[in-house]
């Protein structure tokens, strides 16, 4: 899922500065799972606006609403007569919703709620964690399943680096290193040769580096 | 011999090794450099310059190996993967080549998270055992990483690093190995406090046979204070410095700790030239390069080769 935390109540004020109408705009998807914008978020964060303003005597209206999904337009589209009350919405989306809704309503100012970080797991009730960066080019199939792409600090392909210590990260003590992992899981396998074999240079044009990438089904298009 | 190397000259005709490395300053003084160079004239055979180690800004690895060569000596370029891509690492390869610089050391590079800039965007584009391959293909074959043909073929003895106290230390070997098949033709280790699993390890490398592939240089720092062989310990990742070697600073004076740090320095220095394997020494005095003279004489591995007149730089 995508994962992200919620921006400071006091940065949201700001952007939200000089609006009088606000919508407050979940999704129902991976925000909702990694309880960021979800319809308990958006209650959350719409309660918390309407005690600040009306603590600063400062006439805000707040609207909540939450949607199945803020990346596909039909469900962004069956709140048109909503959205019309209001000057403001904060979308409690990833990065990709927030934009998808700005661009099906040019006219109103869309502003986000969250900082989107990652595509990652549940680790534990509370706890997520970052597995893939979407680079394009999986290799998890070289690297018994461990992502050194997302995971190790450098993305070392022929890792580990000599800040490997006691299973852990140079730089953060909580962290993984990817490539003890990698060494492990191989041993495990049986694998282990596998782990002489050198990766070659990485065609990163089939990550973000490319460019904005879009894929096509011509056999899907109507 | 396929470079003009100093390193390589000596170690071709069998001899053991000295280098030492020289920390540029953070600022544009070049008289920082040409002090510290002026401490290790006569001393060693080659000097590495550091690529913003530690990830702080610093002068330029090529510019400061620029001044070094200017007085006479055989600058090792450190190349940092951290914060060049292909392009542009490529680019200074060919550069360096071009000022008569002879030796790269390659390097995967801290993090910056723990530097001046933690906020920098890292690059990691290739990573240390893809840019020594990269270097090898230039040089040896002529072409660029993206297959095209070069002019001009950069010479360079190609070095890479190896921490043998970094986990898991089971493929310690196989990573080292892993260099050399890339092309890596000499080896400066990560400093030596525990001379027994450095020992451990080397057996692991000639079990390989990888130290009749590539030259292993020991690396060694001198410790100035028991304060520093703590912070080593305790704060430095993939750093061994067992309890030992604290206990015998902590029993002297605090005004003769750095004394004995040299003294503990020379003898493991000594120590690590009956390895078998074990080609030349990598002395790191962070900071304190004006003792690198003295712990080479107390090793007793002066004077040094003359470089010879193939050294010289081309005119």
Known sequence: MIVGNRKSFEEIVGMLEGYRRVLVLGCRECVTVCAVGGEREVGVLASELRLYYGREGREVEVGEAVLERQCDYEYIDSIRSLVGDYEVVLSMACGAGVQYVAERYRERVVLPAVDTTFLGVTVEQGVWSERCQGCGECVLHLTAGICPVARCAKSLLNGPCGGSSGGRCEVDREVDCAWQLIVDRLKALGQLDRYREIIPVKDWSRARDGGPRRRVREDMRL | ?315
């Open chain 2, 1 to 315: 011999m396929r470079t003009r190397s100093n390193v390589e000259r000596i170690l071709e005709s069998g001899g053991f090794v000295v280098t030492s490395e020289c920390g540029p300053p953070r600022g544009s003084d070049g008289e920082v450099i040409r002090r510290k160079g002026e401490w290790l004239r006569g001393v060693v055979d080659a000097v590495n310059v550091t690529d913003n180690q530690t990830s702080v800004v610093r002068m330029s690895s090529w510019a400061s190996c620029l001044i070094l060569k200017g007085m006479g000596f055989d600058p090792i370029l450190q190349v940092v993967c951290r914060d060049r891509n292909r392009i542009a690492i490529q680019s200074d390869l060919l550069g360096a080549a071009a000022l008569g610089i002879n030796n790269v050391l390659c390097l995967s590079g801290d993090h910056q998270r723990f530097g001046d800039h933690p906020r920098a965007k890292n690059v990691f584009d290739l990573d240390s055992v893809q840019l020594i391959q990269a270097v090898r293909v230039m040089r040896d074959e002529g072409r660029f990483l993206s297959g095209e043909e070069l002019r001009g073929r950069p010479l360079l003895f190609i070095g890479a690093a190896e921490n043998p106290f970094a986990d898991p230390f089971e493929i310690r070997a196989l990573r080292l190995e892993k260099k050399v098949r890339a092309g890596a033709e000499f080896i400066q280790t990560q400093c030596i406090y525990n001379v027994e699993r450095f020992e451990r390890w080397m057996g692991m490398v000639r079990e390989l046979g990888l130290h009749e592939r590539c030259a292993i240089l020991a690396g060694v720092t001198p410790l100035k204070s028991v304060g520093m062989a703590r912070y080593m310990k305790t704060q430095v990742p993939g750093m061994d410095v067992p309890d030992e070697v604290i206990d015998r600073l902590k029993g002297v004076p605090k005004e003769r700790q750095a004394e004995e740090g040299i003294r503990i320095c020379v003898e493991t220095i000594q120590r690590l030239r009956e390895i078998p394997g074990v080609r030349g020494v990598h002395i790191m005095a962070i900071e304190w390069e004006e003792k690198v003279r003295e712990i080479v004489e107390a090793a007793g591995l002066l004077p040094r080769p003359q470089p010879t007149e193939t050294q010289e730089q081309r005119t």
